[in-house]
């Protein structure tokens, strides 16, 4: 089933006219409204007036993370603020985060992508969606809950955590449909099998899983070990939340929600544009958001444009699963971790050398974080007391920086490699190209 014909499998001349419009009415509302891109346009001597046709929005200057979280907490807002009436915050949990606001009518185009994505992923009104997205700041949650009601479907807004209450309440409620991260999926999946369940006796469906990387391979075990359809889904705070794109059950990649989302892959070096099916960064312009429109915003995310009809019948162009990223951000258990946050959290400590490397693992389902860090020659040479209190004290203090805890372990001063070039901080052990 296809949630709504008419903007799925428009015709590419009906589609490119939409858009064309949108961008031009989104970049005048972003040039008047907000003083960030009034700046900006003028300083590249660009005019609502120069977007004659969609490749003109190569005339435009990109948004980066980072600006969006200069205008802290609400500098991009496109509104007076009684017309916001909702907010949502990036994953991270410190520094400052992106803050993110909807109009009543940004909600109804957010339910309205979701209710596209649930139904790409087989959801119907007859379904009970259980979603174990986390509710909350995190679009995750309120996403689907808002693309569910939205269809019908019976919505179970059971939040993240609680296992074993999930696996009841899955086996009680009868869940056909289920929506998390893909690592917590494969969590679901041991203990379930761990309590002895047999998957044969739930009643589970499809999962509609994302915020996270994940492969084929993963697609393949999870499908195995639930029993169901697994479906890829995408998106950002920055944009909306999920929702931006989604897998159809083709399975050969995900459509953009393009009448709402304009995309583009460009060079994350030259930041010049490449054609479809080649490999680079996303980038994505919102269309019809009132509350923060966003012009041309670098995802950081690497994945490829596929164009093509598909065989469910949507003309909506599909991206590839995203396999990588062109900054340093991490995603862990669903939290975006950067680096240079973990750094500041050392930096803080006495006794420590500058030197640590980030080790990322999964040694079964979920995400695990090492800090590798070099102690100080006398720190070092200290009673094991002294040092396992240091260890506890560093992990506080991390801890409390991304909200996230991880292992901390101490390293001889000089033991940990130097590099001539950049630094080599992260070793990721998850594979995900
Ligand atoms: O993760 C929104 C979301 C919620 C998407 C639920 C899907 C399901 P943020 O916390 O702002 O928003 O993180 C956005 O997460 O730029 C990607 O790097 C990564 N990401 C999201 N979905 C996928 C996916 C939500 N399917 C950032 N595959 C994005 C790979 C993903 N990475």
Known sequence: MIWNPEAECMSQEEKQELQLRRLQNTVKRAYENVPYYNKRLRDAGVFPEDIETLDDIEKLPFTTKNDLREAYPFGMFAVPDEEIVEVHTSSGTTGKPVVSGYTSRDLEIWSEVMARALTMGMATRKDRIQNCYGYGLFTGGLGVHYGAQKIGATVIPISAGNTKRQIEIMQDFGTTVITCTPSYALYLAEVLEKEGV???????????????????????????????????????????????????TEKNGLHIAEDHFYPEIID???????????????????????????????????????DGECGCGRTLVRMDRITGRSDDMLKIRGVIVFPSQIERALLKIKGLEPHYQIVVTRPEFLDELEVQV?????????????VEEAKRMIEKHIHSEIGLRVNVTLVEPGSLPRSEGKAIRVIDKRKFD
Request: proline fraction near 5%; hydrophobic fraction near 35%; aromatic fraction near 4%.
């Open 374 to 386: 070099e102690a100080s020659p006398e720190l070092f040479s200290d009673e094991v007391k002294h």
């Open 198 to 248: 047999d998957i044969g006796e739930l009643n589970l469906k499809s999962g509609i899983f994302g915020a996270e990387m994940w492969t084929e391979e993963m697609r393949e075990t999870i499908e195995a070990r639930l029993g169901l359809t697994a479906l890829n889904i995408y998106g950002l705070t920055e944009i909306i939340g999920p929702g931006v794109a989604m897998e159809c």
């Open 268 to 306: 994350p070096k030259t930041g010049e544009k490449l054609p479809n099916g080649t490999k680079g960064e996303l980038v994505l312009t919102t269309l019809t958001r009132e509350g923060m429109p966003v012009l041309r915003f670098r995802t950081k995310d690497i994945t490829a444009l596929r």
